[in-house]
Every structure is written in C-alpha cells, then in structure tokens.
C-alpha cells in the first residue's frame, strides 16, 4: 500500500494543468478548473494519472492562475480545485484564500481521504464535490491506499455535518463495484440524510483507448432509488 506523502509547507502550489471555463464543475456556476499536481490514491480507473506523482514540477504557476482570475472576475463566478487530490497541496488554504479575494466562489473535488486536512478545508470552501469509491471497507480496492476508507468515510460525515454545499458520486467500475456496493452505500446515504446521489460513467483509458464500463442496470438502479435519488452521468 502507498504512503502519503505532503508537501512540505515552503513548497508552493503545483498545477498540473488549468481549466480556464467549465459549466460542469461547480453546479450552476461557469468556474476555473486548476488541477493539483498530487494524489495519494492509485486509483484502478484513474483518469488524471498525470496528476499522480507529487514529485512532478507544476506546469502552471499560481501568480499566473491569479493574473488569469483577475481579469475574469466579471465572466466567472467560481474556481474549483480538483486533481489529484487538492489536499494533498500543503498551501492550498492560502490559495483558497487569495482566490476568495477576488470575490469567487471557491469548490473543491475530493475523495477525503486526508481527513484532517478535509475538515479544515471546509471552513474556506463554498462546494465539495465528493467522490465515494464503493462501500467503506472495500475502498482498498479501488484506491489502493490502506485506510482510506476509515479517512473516506470520517470526512464525508463530516461534510454532511456541516453547512458547505456539496454533490456525492461515484464512479461505478463494474469490475471492482458490485450492484450491492451500490445498494449498500445508497442505505448509508439516505441514513445520513442524504437526497441525491450521482452516478458517473466508468472510462478505461488504456493504451489510447477509451472502454466504457456499463452502468448498472435499470433494475439496479429502481433498487438504490428505493433509498437516494439516483442521476446518471455518462460522458
């Protein structure tokens, strides 16, 4: 299993890449996406595996992220931080709280499995994006990282116990997610108060081709919505 491993706080913000607008990343908003260079994860379907090594330099620089916002402010209304995983970025805070000065909303995509880290984030952030990977004590499975689920599941309730706005999903990968996962985590869901979950369509990505794994069945998917509102997200 993977040791996490964080930047050291004099290291500044690694960007991988920049998305300067999207209408599908913070809900209801037309955003920047800037996508951290990091992740703890191994994901089996990853599909940013560029983003992975923490080790690599960034490709963007953050005085440019700015320079870019600043002149933007009157056509964007919010800036997402997604990967990798964001919280692996020791000076994300810092980040968050540059951005916000310009007067953005500011979202993140996690999965949460650097739950302190998590927590404090939600004290800046306006909109998480959380991922759920499958069923808590299977999440090894998927991310390959030991522990997460414990982490995964600390901080997701620690998002529902909170004010900040948020979407759930999962990305189902068929070969690891069995339709009772699925059953199982929508339980959980609707225990904890939650009324919607997403879907997202599985993409393999190997040697420059693009497989996609089906989505559950309709009957499968009657099943969860005994318990959550299910919306599909196919790419």
Request: glycine content about 6%; aromatic content about 8%.
């Amino acid at each position: 299993m993977n040791k996490i491993n964080v930047l050291k706080q004099h290291e500044a913000l690694r960007i991988g890449a920049m998305l300067k607008f999207s209408t599908l990343d913070y809900p209801g908003k037309i955003s920047s996406v800037i996508f951290c260079q990091g992740c703890p994860n191994r994901c089996v379907y990853c599909h940013n595996p560029d983003f992975i090594d923490i080790s690599r330099p960034g490709q963007i620089s953050f005085d440019d992220v700015l320079d870019f916002l600043k002149s933007r402010t009157e056509l964007l209304d919010a800036v997402v931080f997604s990967g990798g995983e964001p919280l692996i970025q020791s000076d994300l805070v810092d980040a968050i709280l540059q951005i916000k000065q310009l007067g953005y909303l500011v979202g993140i995509h996690t999965s949460g499995v650097l739950t302190d880290r998590f927590v404090d984030i939600l004290n800046y952030v306006d909109w998480v994006g959380f991922d759920i990977k499958t069923e808590f004590d299977k999440y090894h499975k998927i991310t390959r990282l030991a522990n997460s689920g414990e982490s995964a599941k600390t901080s997701l309730l620690a998002l529902l116990n909170s004010k900040v706005d948020f979407e759930l999903r999962t990305t189902v990968d068929s070969r690891y997610i069995e339709d009772q996962d699925l059953i199982n985590i929508a339980k959980f869901l609707r225990e904890n108060g939650v009324k919607k979950w997403i879907l997202q369509e599985c993409i393999l990505r190997d040697s420059g081709i693009n497989l996609k794994v089906p989505l559950p069945s309709n009957e499968t998917i009657l099943k969860i919505s005994q318990y959550v509102s299910v919306d599909l997200r196919k790419e």
